[in-house]
């Protein structure tokens, strides 16, 4: 443990039994008992030597695009805002960008398209913070985050002393990280430093994508970010006209035996090979054949364009939301006996 001096909590930036409506894009209405904007390292280390280090539970919260509250959260909220983009070194074929966590992901997506920086351009018009972006390992169009992190900064809650995440030290998996599961909530992350590439070979395979771009004279960065940005919005509801958080559940992973055998009861089952060699079911597929496609129990529906997404459409409480996914579990699992994570946190 460092050396932290007792920080009164005036010093901080704190807010109690404040609400959370406005800070999760599924517009649950719930308060949280302490919420607390951290600007900089020395405001996490002034946390950690405060009383309010004591109190549990407590998260990190970014953007609030992949959470969904059930309930009035009875501990502590922390909220990175720090904020700073920074090239720290270039070759000839890469450069080095370092960019602190508070920055908000699409806004720096746009920036490293408009500098000629290529990686992260199948990843535009993705809701949330760049400090979220390696904890679920954000992927769209065929591409990963983790293909452009090289390190990741975190501070660890516990013993307040820096970390430094080799890309390899991140564990990644398909939405996962070593942030989402051995130290969820321990390590606040507070910068992620990505390695872009300046000769740009672009990452088109994805079926849609290839299509959609088949409409533009030609393949550029920019190009490749506006039609990612149709497609998205062509199947994704806008958090500000529908209340969501993105896919709600992870597309399942099975072994070729697990496929063989669904192939026997569905033939036409879709499944695809990713770039690491697993096989993904299509969620939005099993949901749909379930029945659930476009359907609406009072304030909570599957999003009519994408049933993997599921909608607030007014007034839902995160317990209604919560019991309407469950029943789509259900009838995933007795139709197809596969059992549909979520990729969204529920609290
Ligand atoms: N499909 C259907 N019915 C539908 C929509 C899709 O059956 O109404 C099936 C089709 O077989 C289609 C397949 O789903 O080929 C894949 O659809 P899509 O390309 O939309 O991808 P997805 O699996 O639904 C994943 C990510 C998205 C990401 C897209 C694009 C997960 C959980 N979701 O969705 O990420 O944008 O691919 O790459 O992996 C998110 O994580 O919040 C998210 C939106």
Known sequence: M????????????VRENTSLLALNTFRVDVNTRYHIEVSDVQDIRNFIGSELHAIQPRMILGGGSNVLFTGDYNGCILHPSIKGIEKTSEDKGSVMIRTAAGENWDDFVRYCVENGWCGLENLSNIPGTVGASPVQNIGAYGSEVRDSIETVEAIDLET???????NRQCRFAYRNSIFKSELKNRMIITHITFRLKKDHNFN???????KELSLYPETNLGNIRDAVITIRKRKLPEVEALANAGSFFKNPLVDQTGLDSLKRSHPEIPFFKDAYGSIKLSAAWLIERCGWKDRRIRNVGTYKLQPLVIVNYGGASGSEILEFTQKIQRSVQDHFDIVLETEVNII
């Open 160 to 166: 307040g002393r820096t970390r430094v995440f080799s």
């Open 204 to 210: 088109t395979s994805y079926r849609e994508l290839n």
């Open 2 to 13: 460092l050396f932290l001096p007792h920080v009164p909590v005036q010093m901080m930036n």
